[in-house]
C-alpha cells in the first residue's frame, strides 16, 4: 500500500516552493533595507509632528518620552490647551526626576471661552517651551497641542521655527496636534496624520482613566 501523496509521488512540494519564493523575496528585502540603513549615516536632533483627526498622538508622543527616559536623555513637556492635572501620563512621569513637566492650559477652548486668557496662557506656555529649547541638557522637548495654538495664532509660527531651527543640534522635538500648519510640516523632519476610522466616544462612551486620560 503506497501511503504518499500525489505531491510527494510526484516529487512536486508545494510548501518547499512557497518557503523557497519567501526566502528568495525576503533576501532581496534585506538587501534594499541594508542599504538604506548603511546610508542613513546623519545624526541630529529630529523635529517629529504628530497631527490629524485620530485619536495618538500625544500618547505616541509620551510613548517616546519613555524610550528617551530609557536611554538616560532628560525630558521637558509643555502642555499647551490642556488644564487637567489629573491624567495618567503625568502622575507617572512627574515620579521621574529626568523629567520637567509643564501644564500651560486652561482647558478646551469652548469650555474658556475666554481669547485673551487663553492667548496668555500659551504665550507663558511658548517661553517655558523656549526655556527646553535653548537647554543642551534637554534631549527631548514634548510641545502637546502647540498646533491647536498655532490654529488660532495665539503665538507667532515664525518665532516659533526660529526657535526650533536655532535648537542645540542634538535635541529632539515633538509637536502635537491637529490642524498642524503646512510650514511647520515642512520643517518637519517626520509627519505622521493620524486618521480616525471609529471612535468609541461616537458610540457614546465616555473618556475612561487609564485609557483616555
Not at 507663558?124 to 529649547?133: I, K, N, R, T
Not at 543642551?136 to 502647540?146: A, N, S, T
Request: aromatic share 6%; with cysteine; net charge neutral.
Amino acid at each position: 500500500m503506497n501511503d504518499q501523496t500525489p505531491q510527494a509521488a510526484s516529487g512536486h512540494d508545494p510548501d518547499a516552493e512557497r518557503n523557497a519564493r519567501h526566502q528568495a523575496r525576503m533576501a532581496r528585502k534585506k538587501a534594499i533595507v541594508d542599504a538604506a540603513i548603511a546610508s542613513a549615516t546623519e545624526r541630529r536632533g529630529v523635529l517629529l509632528v504628530n497631527t490629524g483627526n485620530g485619536k495618538g498622538k500625544s500618547s505616541a508622543a509620551f510613548g517616546v518620552v519613555a524610550r528617551a527616559l530609557g536611554h538616560g536623555l532628560k525630558v521637558g513637556v509643555v502642555q499647551f490647551v490642556k488644564g487637567r492635572s489629573d491624567t495618567g501620563e503625568e502622575a507617572f512621569f512627574r515620579r521621574q526626576p529626568e523629567v520637567s513637566w509643564h501644564v500651560m492650559g486652561d482647558g478646551f477652548t469652548w469650555d474658556t471661552q475666554n481669547r485673551a486668557q487663553d492667548m496668555a496662557s500659551a504665550r507663558a506656555g511658548w517661553e517655558q517651551a523656549c526655556a527646553f529649547l535653548r537647554n543642551p541638557d534637554i534631549g527631548l522637548v514634548v510641545l502637546d497641542e502647540l498646533n491647536i495654538v498655532l490654529k488660532y495664532g495665539y503665538v507667532d509660527l515664525e518665532m516659533i521655527l526660529d526657535e526650533l531651527y536655532a535648537r542645540p543640534a542634538h535635541q529632539h522635538v515633538i509637536i502635537t496636534g491637529r490642524g498642524a500648519p503646512q510650514a511647520l510640516m515642512e520643517a518637519a523632519d517626520t509627519v505622521t496624520d493620524m486618521g480616525v476610522v471609529k471612535h468609541a466616544f461616537k458610540a457614546g462612551i465616555a473618556a475612561q482613566a487609564g485609557l483616555e486620560f
